[in-house]
């Protein structure tokens, strides 16, 4: 039932607005209010895979709350309304909740839950619950029959093991409720009445027939479920933006970068290579479904503390002089030598000539930047006019923004860690002073302030390693700043220094390579790195909550 339910509203989600879907709401309204350290402990603990883990989550709790309703409803049809009305008010409340909530985001729910109760209906009906055929006197209305559970109950079949609850037959993930659950809930009543075959032989089998509709009703609602489900997503997947990425074409940049100097990448097995690509860059944000934004449809105001107010639509954005740059975007929940860091080729307007054209006023600090799903970062204005690259980014590796990385638009800011500066989907930009707002990170407890520490990584080794000479390897990063030197200990030992690879720029990370004569044994490798300002990354273990993590990175390495 629970199964039919989801499956239609997500087809009328997929046919219209996938954010009206309940279990998308539900989730995106769980990802937002979910207290900031059990959402560090998800994306520690699932990483990119956290969304998937929270949609599991989200059915599992669905599965065990339909069994009950399923009960609930073998006994009377009307609590398993409720029930399902209950369920459904909370779709509906996420639905509606959500920042870019439309009236028509309560469709899929209240179509979904009006055929969940017509499939509530049949199932019960045809396993022999309280509306069923034949157990009602005819001319009885169905839903006043008083106690038919347990008339039904008077014959129970000698080998009745078909699972006494339809949700639970039908549902996605037959999960058994907890023990404390189960210990709190009636027992299902044909179980209950189950027992050695009755004496009761003049009475015509009914459960017969009722069995096998209720397998028939079963299989149908867990079939309609699931094209529901399927045909949902297929939906929402298809859209416009598919297309618009195929067709984009961008000028020429008018400040192009020039070609890469020759020995960025020091060809190390293991070591992470200079650019990333966009297939493993890494993602982080709190959109369950990433937003779809059609490029004719994309516009950016930019408004606040502001003398002159600017909407630019994307067609305008690209006919400003495009800028090309090297910049490494790191995240500011990355642990100590953490993945949630890549190096990419951006190509975008610049931010700080169009804030120049609004003209900010006096006392202007910060811009709060929000995304089409509501995200809201707050970049420190005075950062974003200092001179450096701050764009309104439209391609990424020389290809079009992934729509994961924030098609059409988003905002890249080097040297500040992307909950502060890197936007996605970025469709407003209000300037304001830092006490005035709050943005989605600093409410949930981060710095407002969000500069990118300096900090390294150590590669290779990756594993156990012969003695003799091996390389040890990694990454340095002190974005626009620019990495002076790495220097690397073993056992404590003394610091030796490492040998850089050749960089772009001072807006990207940094490879650099140590040779060292391995002998037997375990030991520990650290490794530090000192930026262009003279600062040398601190040994002072901090967790990335609220401004960054810090501390050496450091691997165990066995030699044999
Ligand atoms: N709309 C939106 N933009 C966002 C976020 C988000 O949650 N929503 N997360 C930010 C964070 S925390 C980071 S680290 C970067 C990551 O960008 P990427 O996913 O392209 O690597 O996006 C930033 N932009
Ligand atoms: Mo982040």
Request: net charge positive.
């Given at each position: 039932m629970a199964w039919v339910a989801l499956g239609v509203s997500q087809l009328v989600a997929g046919i219209g607005r996938p954010q009206g879907s309940?279990?998308?709401?539900?989730?995106?309204?769980?990802?937002?209010?979910?207290?900031?350290?059990?959402?560090?402990?998800?994306?520690?603990?699932?990483?990119?895979?956290?969304?998937?883990?929270?949609?599991?989550?989200?059915?599992?709790?669905?599965?065990?709350?339909?069994?009950?309703?399923?009960?609930?409803?073998?006994?009377?049809?009307?609590?398993?309304?409720?029930?399902?009305?209950?369920?459904?008010?909370?779709?509906?409340?996420?639905?509606?909740?959500?920042?870019?909530?439309?009236?028509?985001?309560?469709?899929?729910?209240?179509?979904?839950?009006?055929?969940?109760?017509?499939?509530?209906?049949?199932?019960?009906?045809?396993?022999?619950?309280?509306?069923?055929?034949?157990?009602?006197?005819?001319?009885?209305?169905?839903?006043?029959?008083?106690?038919?559970?347990?008339?039904?109950?008077?014959?129970?079949?000698?080998?009745?093991?078909?699972?006494?609850?339809?949700?639970?037959?039908?549902?996605?993930?037959?999960?058994?409720?907890?023990?404390?659950?189960?210990?709190?809930?009636?027992?299902?009543?044909?179980?209950?009445?189950?027992?050695?075959?009755?004496?009761?032989?003049?009475?015509?089998?009914?459960?017969?027939?009722?069995?096998?509709?209720?397998?028939?009703?079963?299989?149908?609602?867990?079939?309609?479920?699931?094209?529901?489900?399927?045909?949902?997503?297929?939906?929402?997947?298809?859209?416009?933006?598919?297309?618009?990425?195929?067709?984009?074409?961008?000028?020429?940049?008018?400040?192009?970068?020039?070609?890469?100097?020759?020995?960025?990448?020091?060809?190390?097995?293991?070591?992470?290579?200079?650019?990333?690509?966009?297939?493993?860059?890494?993602?982080?944000?709190?959109?369950?479904?990433?937003?779809?934004?059609?490029?004719?449809?994309?516009?950016?105001?930019?408004?606040?503390?502001?003398?002159r107010e600017i909407t630019i639509n994307f067609h305008e954005l690209l006919k400003r002089p495009l800028i090309e740059d090297y910049i490494t975007l790191c995240c500011v929940s990355n642990p100590v030598a953490g993945p949630y860091i890549g190096n990419a080729k951006w190509l975008g307007a610049s931010l700080a000539s169009l804030l120049r054209e609004a003209r900010p006023r006096a006392g202007a600090e910060q811009l709060l930047c929000t995304s089409v799903d509501g995200f809201t970062s707050g970049t420190p204005l005075a950062t974003v006019l200092d001179g450096r690259d701050a764009l309104l980014a439209v391609a990424m590796n020389g290809a079009p923004l992934p729509v994961a990385h924030g098609f059409p638009a988003r905002m890249v800011t080097p040297g500040l860690y992307g909950y502060v500066s890197a936007t996605k989907w970025v469709t407003d930009i209000k300037v304001t002073t830092f006490r005035g707002e709050l943005a989605y990170w600093a409410q949930r407890g981060w710095s407002q302030q969000g500069p990118i520490k300096t900090e390294s990584r150590i590669d290779v080794p990756g594993g156990p390693v012969s003695a003799g000479r091996t390389q040890v390897a990694g990454v340095a990063w002190a974005q626009h700043k620019g990495i002076d030197a790495v220097h690397v200990r073993v056992d404590h030992g003394p610091w030796q220094q490492a040998r850089l690879a050749a960089v772009p720029g001072i807006d990207t990370w940094r490879q650099w390579v140590w040779d060292w004569d391995a002998a037997r044994g375990t030991h520990l490798i650290e490794a530090r790195a000192t930026d262009a300002t003279g600062y040398t990354q601190t040994p002072v273990q901090q967790p990335p909550e609220p401004n960054g993590a810090s501390g050496y990175p450091s691997v165990s390495v066995s030699v044999s």
């Open positions: 309940p279990v998308a709401a539900v989730g995106s309204a769980a990802i937002d209010n979910t207290p900031p350290a059990v959402k560090n402990f998800a994306i520690s603990a699932f990483g990119s895979h956290d969304k998937t883990a929270l949609i599991i989550g989200i059915l599992v709790v669905l599965a065990v709350f339909s069994a009950a309703i399923g009960i609930a409803a073998m006994r009377n049809l009307r609590n398993g309304y409720i029930g399902l009305a209950i369920f459904a008010v909370i779709g509906l409340a996420a639905a509606l909740t959500r920042p870019n909530a439309a009236l028509v985001d309560v469709l899929p729910t209240l179509i979904g839950a009006l055929v969940g109760a017509y499939a509530l209906r049949l199932l019960v009906r045809a396993a022999g619950g309280q509306a069923r055929r034949g157990a009602v006197p005819p001319g009885t209305g169905q839903v006043a029959a008083p106690r038919t559970a347990r008339t039904r109950g008077a014959t129970p079949p000698p080998d009745f093991t078909v699972p006494t609850d339809p949700a639970l037959a039908g549902s996605p993930d037959p999960a058994p409720p907890t023990a404390g659950q189960a210990a709190e809930q009636p027992r299902p009543v044909s179980r209950a009445r189950s027992g050695p075959p009755t004496t009761d032989d003049q009475r015509p089998a009914p459960w017969q027939p009722g069995r096998r509709s209720f397998l028939t009703a079963g299989v149908v609602a867990l079939a309609a479920g699931g094209v529901g489900t399927l045909g949902g997503r297929t939906l929402s997947e298809r859209s416009s933006v598919s297309t618009a990425l195929a067709n984009i074409r961008f000028p020429k940049a008018a400040h192009p970068v020039p070609p890469l100097p020759s020995g960025v990448d020091l060809g190390i097995k293991g070591l992470s290579s200079f650019m990333t690509p966009n297939s493993s860059f890494y993602r982080v944000d709190t959109a369950l479904l990433v937003p779809q934004v059609a490029p004719q449809s994309w516009q950016l105001r930019i408004h606040g503390m502001v003398e």
